[in-house]
């Protein structure tokens, strides 16, 4: 009995440390926090960032495994989904950045003047997908 | 005894001659990166290489005509500087040339200005927005994105709600913020004036695609056993 609780105990932080881990590695090749602190100018709060990562990962993990409920007002929905929207984003961004898209994409079709016409079509296109599934798409 | 003293003398002439030529006549040359031109135009070294050279030659260094731009070229010349000083030691003879920089330049041949067209423009405008629109939906899909944004909701306000949509309007308003903000371009405006990641990787691929044409187009710079 012991040792089979021993087991799913080490089990269980094996697997979130493999999560924990390559949550981290993917969130550094993206390179979004570096991309932040370059737009606001705010280099030696890095550290504070990494942490603030951390702590999210945990709530999130927390909330999503345990259902609390908090019974607050719905609308602190909306600056709670704006910054998830964000981050999304960025990472999406972040994405097509590091598979080379746009540069060749604009080079092939001889349009480098406008790539950021064509980048609006991505973020535009983005935007009304997603309004679209919530909207529409899905079930009631 | 006499010879070695000619032979000192002769020396020291030498030395001395070759001294002054040196001071007198070395130039340099750095190559610039790349070039564009039209066909059937001349290239002179002035539109190749920067040039420091004495005021008497600098101007017959100047026109120094390298290559004729030809049919039978393609879009991508490569001129090597081994090229360039064979043309300049032709030319002026017992000059010393110093180069700095690039040992090739890239010569594009721009043979007509392409317009745009508008149609075309506004099939992959839209080809982009429908295929970026889908790829979202597919991703919030694969996530189950839905589910974990009733959750959320169920978390925050103790309802359950099928369509949290007070959720979802802004997070998608925010998706395309994200992205723009990645991208450093509010519709061409600039937060700062850094460099955008993607302008850096426009940068890195055209320098990419330089490095292979230089090393690939250059004849010079590969040799192959069957004679390519």
Sequence with gaps: MVIKIAFVIFLGLAGGLAVGSGFVAFLTVLGIIPRLTQLTKTMKMIVWYQWAVVLGALIGGFASLRDPALYLSSFILIPLGAAGGVFVGMMAAALTEVLNVFPILAKRIGLEEKIVILMMAFVFGKIFGSLYQWIYYVAD | ?228
């Design chain 2, 1 to 228: 005894m006499k010879e070695i003293v000619v032979t000192h003398t002769k020396l020291y002439e030498e030395i001395n001659v070759w001294g002054v030529k040196v001071m007198e006549e070395t130039i340099y040359i750095r190559m610039r990166h790349s070039v564009q031109t039209r066909p059937q135009e001349t290239v002179y070294l002035k539109d190749l290489a920067q040039i420091i050279a004495d005021e008497n030659i600098l101007t017959a260094l100047k026109n120094l005509p390298i290559h004729k731009v030809s049919d039978e070229d393609n879009n991508i010349i490569v001129i090597d500087v081994m090229k360039v000083i064979e043309r300049i030691t032709r030319e002026l003879h017992s000059i010393e040339v110093q180069t700095i920089g690039p040992s090739q330049t890239i010569v594009e041949v721009i043979y007509k200005k392409k317009g745009v067209s508008i149609p075309f423009f506004i099939l992959i405008w839209c080809l982009l927005f429908l295929g970026s629109a889908l790829a979202i939906m597919y991703f919030h899909e694969d996530v189950s994105m839905q589910q974990t944004q009733q959750r959320i909701y169920a978390i925050i306000t103790g309802k359950v709600e099928k369509k949290p949509l007070l959720f979802q309007v802004p997070y998608s308003i925010g998706l395309g913020v994200g992205m723009v903000l990645f991208f450093n371009h509010v519709f061409r405006k600039r937060l700062n004036d850094e460099p955008s990641p993607l302008e850096v990787e426009m940068f890195n691929y055209q320098q990419d695609l330089d490095r292979y044409v230089s090393l690939t187009e250059n004849k010079e710079s590969m040799k192959r056993i069957d004679g390519h």
